[in-house]
């Protein structure tokens, strides 16, 4: 631990874009300019999603801004990719309607900032590369469950139904959804099909058709009055205005830590695969490199800060990101920039938002839904193999069904242990007692067979010397002749690694022998297999002579303990 404390270096983990930006001073009016465009237009881009997520999310339009806000800023100023926007997006939409529902705001707050603090700690321990490893069945599953819900959330708004809150759980909302669907409303029902089609045809892509619905449907309610439901409907207090609000710390203590330590983990584990997925897209794109430490810390800092002035859990935004790079972002400046765009709106023209109709924000949050779906991956990993599909549909269905947290952690459990299952199924001992091919192990040697002198029995093993072996040695044992050899020669030259359960069972293999006067050699030891004999002891006990750098050598030092 002294050791790793002295090699510590912040740079070395931390290094946000934009530092690097203004210690190499060379950044142009030209590049300004561009940033300037691009900024401007991601932030209309993401004032419909805001208002939107936030209000899908179980809380109000103001927290939906406030986070792409003061995360957006925070994300960019201190993110290691040149051009992600940050803010909140759809993924997050699932488990946090669910946190405020069970635990309120406060538990919501105490949850963000819990997931700030592991996304920190992933970013200072190096776990940047790690997240990506994350199983693809994994992240397609619970996308495409989160898809579902918020498709399944958008319903009442999306017919104008007259019905009181609805249910949490996934069955309980379409069985009411069927019991009310006679009052659908035709009028939500035409702007909600009327944004969607807006949103697909529009054919200027600088302007979102998202925006153009949101202005022409929010005109129309006005002038016309349409029957309706709108921001201001639900929620009063946005008619005279909004502005920042004082940061609040929240009421911390143990007992509220370990209620939501898994709600906390969920939210981190998005932010991180998210925010590194739109990283890794954006270096396609660009042909730039991100750093995934630093991200994961930009993350973390902002999922710190954010809740404190009631915005929800923020990452970075795959959409919002291609819209910057597509409309000339080139630096974090541009990420900046869309978030006082954003800032000016909160600050102005909040009092217009209340106009919004809400069948006009599901006909956006459907189009997110169908977006994130990832369907046509969906369906393409059905033909992979069984272990692929289980993994995927599990994640799949207990993200619908159940709960993400839970979807998240058994996806990735299963995922190891079938992975582990497989590792287990290609490695193998197999008893050698006749004659070996020399060729087997010298590429160089001709076709010469080393016989195996009587008394001599030879293990092959095949494959990580790991717990998942922990019988094979006694089918091994079976297999074997039924009189005890004098010797027998382990030859561990397909043996990457050992961990500790594989010695421990070399241990006890090494102790029956010993019991039974049964000389053990081991044969074609790598280095790092060595040093964990040598580490343990078990490389003295077993006697450094007796352990050969290949076959041949073995065989010899059996053929002079026979003599």
Same mark, same amino acid.
């Given at each position: 631990m002294e050791s790793y404390l002295k090699k510590f270096k912040i740079s070395d983990i931390f290094q946000p874009k934009l530092f690097e930006l203004i210690k190499k001073r060379n950044y142009t009016k030209k590049d300004f300019t561009a940033d300037l465009m691009a900024g401007i237009i991601v932030g209309i881009v993401a004032l419909p999603l805001a208002i939107a997520f936030g209000i899908a999310s179980g809380v109000s339009p103001q927290q939906g801004l406030i986070t792409?806000? +003061?995360?957006?800023? &925070?994300?960019?100023?201190?993110?290691?990719?040149?051009?992600?926007?940050?803010?909140?997006?759809?993924?997050f939409m699932v488990i946090v309607y669910g946190i405020v529902v069970e635990y309120g705001m406060n538990g919501l707050i105490i949850a963000t900032i819990l997931a700030g603090i592991m996304l920190i700690l992933m970013g200072v321990l190096k776990l940047g590369n790690i997240i990506k490893f994350i199983p693809y069945p994994i992240v397609v599953g619970f996308t495409s469950g989160i898809a579902v819900v918020i498709f399944t959330s958008q319903i009442k708004d999306f017919f104008g139904l007259d019905?009181?809150?609805?249910?949490?759980?996934?069955?309980?909302?379409?069985?009411?959804?069927?019991?009310h669907f006679i009052s659908a409303n035709l009028m939500s029902v035409g702007l909600a099909v009327f944004t969607i089609l807006a949103i697909i045809f529009w054919p200027y892509k600088k302007i979102p058709g998202s925006l153009i619905a949101i202005i022409i449907a929010t005109v129309l309610t006005a002038v016309f009055g349409l029957n309706v439901e709108t921001i201001g409907s639900k929620f009063p207090e946005l008619a005279g205005g909004a502005a920042l609000?004082?940061?609040?710390?929240?009421?911390?203590?143990?007992?509220?830590?370990?209620?939501?330590?898994?709600?906390?983990?969920?939210?981190?584990?998005?932010?991180?695969?998210? %925010?590194?997925?739109?990283?890794?897209?954006?270096?396609?794109?660009?042909?730039?490199?991100?750093?995934?430490n630093t991200e994961l810390i930009a993350q973390g800092i902002a999922n710190i800060l954010t809740p404190i002035f009631g915005?929800?859990?923020?990452?970075?935004? &795959?959409?919002?990101?291609?819209?910057? +790079?597509?409309?000339?972002?080139?630096?974090?400046?541009?990420?900046?920039?869309?978030a006082i765009v954003l800032l000016l709106i909160f600050v102005c023209l909040m009092p217009l938002a209340s106009y919004i109709?809400?069948?006009?924000?599901?006909?956006?949050?459907?189009?997110?839904?169908?977006?994130? %779906?990832?369907?046509?991956?969906?369906?393409?990993?059905?033909?992979?193999?069984?272990?692929?599909?289980?993994?995927?549909?599990?994640?799949? /269905?207990?993200t619908v069904f159940i709960d993400l947290t839970i979807a998240i952690e058994f996806g990735l459990l299963m995922a190891v242990i079938l992975f582990l299952k497989r590792v287990s199924e290609t490695s193998s001992i197999s008893v050698i007692q006749n004659e070996i091919n020399r060729s087997d192990y010298d590429d160089s040697a001709e076709k010469e067979i080393l016989? +195996?002198?009587?008394?001599?029995?030879?293990?092959? +093993?095949?494959?990580?010397?790991?717990?998942?072996?922990?019988?094979?040695?006694d089918e091994a044992e079976h297999i074997s002749v039924n009189k005890r050899p004098k010797i027998?020669?382990?030859?561990?030259?397909?043996?990457?690694?050992?961990?500790?359960?594989?010695?421990?069972?070399?241990?006890?293999?090494?102790?029956?022998?010993?019991?039974?006067?049964?000389?053990?050699?081991?044969?074609?030891?790598?280095?790092?297999? /060595?040093?964990?004999?040598?580490?343990?002891?078990?490389?003295?006990? &077993?006697?450094?002579?007796?352990?050969?750098n290949n076959i041949e050598n073995a065989l010899k030092k059996a053929k002079e303990i026979l003599e």
């Open positions: 792409a806000i +003061i995360a957006g800023f &925070i994300i960019s100023f201190f993110g290691g990719t040149k051009v992600l926007i940050g803010g909140p997006t759809g993924a019905m009181g809150a609805v249910p949490s759980e996934f069955i309980d909302k379409w069985t009411a959804y069927f019991e609000p004082s940061p609040e710390a929240p009421i911390i203590d143990m007992k509220a830590i370990r209620m939501l330590f898994q709600p906390a983990f969920t939210i981190a584990m998005l932010a991180a695969i998210e %925010s590194l997925l739109a990283a890794m897209v954006a270096d396609g794109v660009t042909g730039k490199k991100h750093h995934s915005g929800i859990p923020a990452t970075g935004a &795959i959409a919002r990101t291609m819209t910057n +790079i597509n409309n000339g972002g080139r630096t974090p400046i541009a990420g900046i920039i869309h109709p809400l069948p006009c924000l599901a006909g956006i949050l459907i189009m997110v839904a169908y977006n994130m %779906s990832e369907w046509r991956s969906f369906k393409g990993l059905l033909r992979n193999s069984r272990a692929d599909v289980l993994v995927l549909l599990t994640t799949f /269905f207990l016989n +195996i002198p009587e008394g001599v029995e030879v293990y092959e +093993i095949n494959g990580p010397f790991f717990f998942g072996l922990a019988n094979k040695f027998r020669i382990l030859r561990m030259r397909k043996v990457p690694f050992m961990d500790s359960t594989g010695l421990h069972n070399l241990r006890n293999l090494c102790e029956r022998c010993k019991h039974w006067k049964i000389r053990i050699i081991l044969s074609g030891v790598n280095k790092d297999v /060595f040093a964990t004999l040598e580490k343990s002891g078990l490389a003295n006990e &077993i006697g450094k002579k007796f352990i050969c």
